[in-house]
């Protein structure tokens, strides 16, 4: 929105001078006395026009037109960077356009009539969450919450499995807890099984429940024990997801692929499209004619499939439904493996640019800088809830997305416990609510905000660097959309507190007289919807009061 101008008057500039439609990049000089907005196109150009950059950079400002109240000066700075100060006019007007959007601000029409799903968290029920999966579930989250807020139908959905080995060691881990809950203390635990305390705790509900009726060792009995397991683990996965405010729409079972005969059409259309071989028993994919390094295994010898097998089918279910973007989220030990998954269905004939993969890092604790790996309570290894318990939901979701996606997160539980705005939650919302505070007070004195914003009356540099940054927020959106990183979106808002801060302890709001005092007021209540909706699309409260 406050680049748009620039960009607009600079694309018709080069079209002047014969320069076809490009992409400009601009940006804000740390320097503001250099400027408010800053092109390094000239010199982008240099070697194409086989010209200086300052040279160039003449030719541009030589042939811009533009408001000559929005824009005061335009000059050349360095190697041939094109500098531009902005006057008060555009930044009143911008101020204003912002203000039209009200409590919307940040919603975009960019989407509408597009269809998107994202599918995250995906784990198992065979256990409890542990730090990996709520990474995966907050930053899936907060990507949906993106698509949302440019206006595409957004469907959220959990993938899982619940048949195969492991849910069979998960049957038969509870069956063992089981026996030796009930006496038998040397009753064999599976050399695969579940180990953890959730397994014990399973074992004495059934217990408590049935007593010893499930005592002999059958077929029933343990497809019992793991339809049982299996609903208790969902029971907790769904539950610890709530506290962290991540909901899913569907919840999509890959044994319906089997049962649909998914698995077997997509055996017979691979085998149709000369896409498989047989060797040794088994069935493979021919993924070295499809621009992979070596060809993998779809079914076993012993004729059970591979994890790819049901993967491909799987995607291919999403694009039967329709949808124009498929955002996967995976960690990092998917990397090597997501891209035999898209080449089979690119060989297939669908368009793989649908789809997109984001891979992300895994989470260190650490603690006064020394790692920690066992939770104080209960003596294990830190379960999901055990770190909500700790630090709360909304530090959790936000020190999940402060890094780069690819970044191996370190999480400062030092960091994390303060209350203070040493954290950067309790920063931004103390921002928002110290701006609540203004208009609770307001109330008390009898002023509301008037139908007239008065913004024409704002002329401090600090007020401008604050409209300049909320003006920033669309674009912050759809650049997290883009590149699929919801860090941006914490980048930024701690910027904007930062800049809000500074305006709130330079220039007095309610100890000024209307018209002035107005035009602060309509400048702090739009800073506190930007604040909010980005807190919102993190998943995370604004709180009125601290």
């Known amino acids: 929105m406050f680049k748009n101008y620039i960009l607009d008057i600079l694309q018709k500039s080069l079209s002047k001078i014969g320069i076809e439609q490009r992409e400009i990049i601009i940006e804000y000089p740390k320097n503001s006395d250099f400027g408010d907005i800053s092109t390094n196109i000239a010199m982008q150009l240099a070697r194409e026009l086989k010209k200086s950059p300052r040279a160039i950079a003449q030719e541009i400002i030589d042939n811009l037109e533009y408001d000559a109240n929005f824009i005061t000066a335009v000059n050349i700075a360095g190697a041939g960077f094109i500098n531009f100060k902005l006057g008060k006019s555009y930044f009143h007007f911008i101020c204003e356009n912002i203000a039209g959007f009200g409590e919307n601000f940040g919603s975009s029409d960019f989407g509408i009539g597009k269809k998107a799903q994202i599918e995250y968290v995906s784990a198992n029920p065979t256990g409890l969450l542990h730090l990996g999966h709520g990474r995966n579930a907050v930053i899936g989250d907060t990507l949906a919450n993106i698509y949302k807020k440019l206006g595409f139908t957004t469907d959220r959905e959990y993938y899982f499995n619940n048949a195969g080995n492991q849910m069979r060691n998960l049957a038969r881990s509870i069956f063992a807890r089981y026996h030796q809950l009930l006496g038998e203390s040397d009753y064999p635990f599976p050399e695969d099984g579940y180990h953890g305390d959730y397994i014990i705790e399973i074992a004495q509900e059934l217990i408590d429940l049935y007593g010893n ?56 259309e691979l085998k149709e499209n000369n ?13 070295s004619q499809m621009g992979m390094e070596e060809d993998r295994v779809a079914v076993k010898s012993s004729g059970e499939p591979t994890y790819r097998l049901p993967d491909i089918a799987y995607h291919i279910e999403k694009f039967k439904r329709g949808y124009d973007e498929m955002v996967d989220i995976f960690g990092s030990d998917h990397i090597a493996t997501y891209p035999d998954v898209l080449a089979v269905l690119k060989a297939l004939g669908y ?82 609510a110290r701006i609540c505070s203004i208009f609770q007070k307001a109330k008390e004195e ?68 209307d018209p002035l005092r107005q035009a602060r007021l309509h400048l702090a209540n739009t800073t506190r919807i930007t604040l909010k909706n980005g807190l919102q699309i993190l998943g995370i409260s604004a709180p009125e009061k601290m």
């Open 213 to 268: 009726k499930f005592a002999e060792d059958n077929t029933e009995n343990l497809a019992f024990f793991q339809k049982y397991g299996e609903e208790w683990n969902f029971k907790r996965i769904k539950s610890t997801l709530e506290r962290l405010n991540v909901f899913q729409d569907t919840y999509y079972n890959e044994n319906t692929l089997y049962e649909s005969g998914k698995i077997e059409q997509l055996l017979n």
């Open 351 to 432: 368009d793989v640019n649908k789809v997109k993969v984001v891979i992300y890092q895994f989470i260190t604790l650490v603690e006064n800088g020394e790692q920690v790996k066992m939770s104080k309570r209960s003596g294990k290894s830190y379960t999901l809830d055990e770190l909500i318990d700790e630090v709360g939901s909304d530090v959790v979701r936000y020190f999940f997305l402060m890094r780069g996606v690819n970044t191996h997160l370190e999480f400062d539980l030092g960091l994390a416990k303060e209350q203070s705005e040493k954290n950067p939650v309790f920063y931004l919302q103390y921002a928002h």
């Open 446 to 513: 009898g002023i509301y905000l008037s139908q007239n914003h008065y913004i024409t009356e704002l002329s401090e540099q600090i007020e401008f660097d604050l409209i300049k940054k909320i003006a920033d927020f669309p674009e912050i959106i759809f650049e997290s959309y883009k590149t699929l990183e919801p860090h941006i979106i914490c980048d930024y808002l701690y910027d904007l507190a930062g800049i809000f801060h500074q305006f709130y302890h330079n220039c007095r709001i309610l100890q000024e007289s």
């Open 275 to 287: 896409l498989v071989y047989e060797l040794d028993n088994a069935l493979w994919l021919k993924l």
